[in-house]
């Protein structure tokens, strides 16, 4: 988005400052979306879509590396008592991982495969295999990959994968890279859907015409609903605790950044 300024917006914080006294004290977490409030996309309850939005560290909006941030009142949401800040800190991704359920129907038995193995892969892993006995994840790193299998998820490298072109009805692709893109394509079969989850950098050449001819629904899925993602944490379903790499202090940001920076990295948290 070419966002200058502090970036971050996976946060939980407790409020400080507040014209409604009710909130003061609360730990809360927060939408990072903030929309007009008047556009038609606000009057029909797509404000992440207000084409007059900022977003919280991403888009002419200050994000959370920082001892302080601001958001609306109607953006906030009180953690439960129950979810403590190392899980609640996930509740930004993880809504985003409940987004794709909001816009497709999983059934028990439907062939769903997940191509990455990354932070937010591991979160879809974790909210999909509620809805569905035949998840597959195609992950790369063996760390990674064990971890999804840590949580009884059936993940494999692609050397291992077996699976046949056109053999799946839903395909989801987190991997941010154009390969995820090409596999994603060969894997959904007549009829499917293809989820992307992955902002791409940069363009790609593909042949729209295997969609058109096979008859793919093609669904670009970003931020979700926050209730449902504090629901899983507060009922246990998904505990994403174990992805945190390490924890730094806010002013050791840059030592933070340094870890992150290694291939072995999940989450690396600041705390202040
Ligand atoms: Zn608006």
Redesign the pocket.
């Known amino acids: 988005m070419n966002f200058q300024g502090i970036i971050g917006h996976e946060f939980v914080g407790i409020v400080e400052k507040s014209p409604a006294p009710e909130w003061l004290g609360k730990i809360v977490v927060g939408e990072i979306n903030v929309?007009?409030?008047?556009?038609?996309?606000?009057?029909n309850s797509m404000?992440n879509?207000?084409?007059?939005?900022t977003v919280l560290g991403i888009q002419e909006k200050d994000g959370a590396m920082a001892e302080y941030l601001t958001l609306p009142i109607g953006n906030l949401h009180v953690v439960p008592e129950e979810v403590d800040w190392t899980k609640s800190v996930f509740t930004e991704p993880l809504a985003a991982a409940c987004e794709i359920l909001e816009q497709i129907q999983i059934f028990t038995n439907d062939e769903v495969l997940l191509i990455g193995d990354g932070k937010l892969a591991q979160l879809i892993g974790r909210v999909l295999q509620h809805h569905t006995t035949n998840l597959t994840v195609l992950g790369k790193h063996p760390s990674k990959i064990e971890l999804f299998r840590k949580h009884g998820i059936n993940a494999v490298s692609l050397g291992e994968f077996k699976g046949e072109s056109a053999s799946f009805k839903v395909v989801i692709e987190a991997t941010g890279n154009w390969q995820g893109w090409d596999l994603a394509l060969d894997m959904v079969r007549p009829k499917g859907f293809l989820v992307l989850k992955s902002t791409y950098v940069g363009s790609h050449n593909f042949n729209p015409a295997s969609l058109v001819i096979n008859e793919i629904t093609l669904i670009g899925s970003r931020c979700g609903p926050f209730p449902e993602a504090l629901k899983l944490l507060k009922e246990g379903k998904v505990d994403p605790s174990d992805l945190i790499t390490e924890i730094f202090p806010l002013n050791e940001w840059k030592n933070a950044f340094n870890r992150a920076q290694q291939a072995d990295s999940m989450k690396v948290l600041l705390e202040h």
């Open positions: 929309s007009c409030g008047s556009c038609f996309y606000c009057n404000g879509h207000c084409p007059q939005r």
